[in-house]
């Protein structure tokens, strides 16, 4: 099992920037890649950025460029550094954590476990 908890979330104006963390404990956290997602107000969750272990990297198009993901595997934890942040970024992101050897790391259906969420809210 692995438990996962997301921080860091909040209001902030557009233009401005967030650091998101996602703290995870129980099973050897470097075997895992992480994901994030989120949801927007009536939207479907989608996904965001995602990281290996390796350290290979992707993301959706409308954050590259501005969000970065990374990982420290020594404090079990990783970032998405959120910049240039716009209204539309407003949305519930949740971290989640499946198999390295995942195809593609884009579809929830890749993680088996899931962290709680937390808001962010960028006005305009």
């Known amino acids: 099992q692995v438990q996962l908890v997301e921080s860091g979330g909040g209001l902030v104006q557009a233009g401005g920037s967030l650091r998101l963390s996602c703290a995870a404990s129980?099973?050897?956290?470097?075997?895992?890649?992480v994901g994030w997602f989120r949801q927007g107000p009536g939207k479907e969750r989608e996904f965001v950025a995602a990281?290996?272990?390796?350290?290979?990297?992707y993301y959706t198009d409308s954050v590259k460029g501005r969000f970065a993901i990374s990982r420290d595997n020594a404090r079990n934890t990783v970032y998405l550094q959120m910049n240039s942040l716009k209204p539309e970024d407003t949305a519930v992101y949740y971290c989640?954590?499946?198999?390295?050897?995942?195809?593609?790391?884009?579809?929830?259906?890749?993680?088996?476990?899931w962290g709680q969420g937390t808001q962010v809210t960028v006005s305009s």
């Open positions: 129980g099973r050897t956290f470097s075997r895992y890649a």
């Open positions: 989640a954590a499946g198999s390295n050897f995942a195809p593609s790391l884009l579809h929830e259906r890749e993680y088996d476990y």
């Open positions: 990281i290996r272990w390796s350290g290979s990297t």
